[in-house]
C-alpha cells in the first residue's frame, strides 16, 4: 500500500531538512532531475582532498526526494568521497535489487526501504545520491586538470 512508503518518520525527515540552501564557493554543483515526478535536487559540494568539507543543496522534490536528502544533509559532512559512492551504490541494490538498507550513520535509509516496491519512485528517491556522486566526480576530475587548465 502506497501509504507505506509514506511512513511517519519519512514525514519527519522531508519536514526536518537541514542545509538548506546554496554555498556561495563551492567546489562543485550538480543537479538531478526525476523526468518521471519532476524532482529535482541540486547539491553544492565542498572537499578537502578525499572528505566533504561542507554541503548545501536545494530540493524541489516529493516526501521521499525529500527524506533521502534530508539523510545525505545530516551525514555527508565527515563523508568521504569511496563511501559515498559506496552509499549509492548500496541504496540503488536496497531498491532494485532487494538488498539490505546501509547501517552505521545512514541507518535511517531503512525508512526508505518500502520504496523498493513502487519503481515510479525509485528516481525521485536516488536524486540525492546521484548528484553528491556527481559533484564528488566533478571536483576529483578537476583536481587531475593541470594547475593552468584549471584557470
Not at 538531478?32 to 524541489?60: E, I, P, Q, Y
Not at 535511517?108 to 556522486?133: M, Q
Request: charged residues 25%; neutral net charge.
Amino acid at each position: 500500500m502506497l501509504n507505506d512508503i509514506y511512513n511517519k518518520r519519512i514525514i519527519e525527515l522531508a519536514g526536518n531538512i537541514p542545509r538548506l540552501g546554496r554555498l556561495t564557493d563551492p567546489d562543485a554543483s550538480a543537479t538531478a532531475h526525476s523526468k518521471l515526478c519532476g524532482s529535482t535536487v541540486k547539491v553544492d559540494l565542498k572537499m578537502n582532498g578525499d572528505t566533504v568539507t561542507d554541503f548545501a543543496h536545494d530540493v524541489k522534490a516529493c516526501a521521499l526526494g525529500q527524506a533521502s536528502s534530508s539523510i545525505m544533509a545530516s551525514h555527508v559532512v565527515g563523508s568521504t568521497a569511496s563511501e559515498l559512492r559506496e552509499l549509492r551504490e548500496t541504496v540503488r541494490k536496497m531498491l532494485k535489487e532487494n538488498g539490505a538498507p546501509p547501517e552505521g550513520k545512514w541507518d535511517e535509509i531503512k525508512f526508505l526501504e518500502p520504496v523498493r516496491d513502487y519503481k515510479a519512485r525509485h528516481a525521485s528517491t536516488l536524486l540525492t545520491f546521484d548528484a553528491v556522486v556527481d559533484a564528488i566526480g566533478q571536483i576529483e576530475a578537476k583536481a587531475k586538470q593541470p594547475a593552468a587548465a584549471q584557470g
